[in-house]
């Protein structure tokens, strides 16, 4: 399996969090819910622990069974129109985008 993600390093403002939020959840996501081949869609929003603040504000994970199903979806019409949505949300946003592709290994669980 292949795992792309895309990190968030920063944070929204207060005043700017609902709407951004908003749209990350009711716009952006679903879009990116319609990849053709996609496995997986996890949204991960950072909370505080203990005093520390989260250096990221929000990850996405995408899975993909194969590279060839990723590689389909990053060239396809509604790939497209996602990135043309980043307009509507990415400038209230401050800090650093990351993108990273992961391929991940299962590791099964041991029983003591």
């Known amino acids: 399996m292949f ?11 207060d005043e700017n969090r609902q709407v951004f939020d908003n749209h990350v959840e009711n716009t952006h996501l679903p879009m990116v819910a ?3 081949g996609l496995a997986s869609l996890r949204y991960l929003k950072g909370v505080p622990w ?3 603040k989260p250096p990221y504000y929000l990850t996405f994970e995408l899975g993909f069974e194969t ?5 389909n979806a990053l060239q396809s019409e509604i790939r497209y129109a996602a990135r043309d949505d980043l307009e ?6 401050v800090g650093e985008i990351r993108h990273t592709l992961y391929e991940v290994a299962s590791i099964a669980k041991q029983n003591d």
């Open 3 to 13: 795992v792309l993600c895309a990190h968030y390093l920063g944070t929204v403002a």
């Open 50 to 52: 203990g005093d520390a």
């Open 67 to 71: 590279r060839a199903n990723l590689d």
């Open 88 to 93: 509507n949300f990415v400038p209230l946003f």
């Open 34 to 36: 319609k990849y053709p």
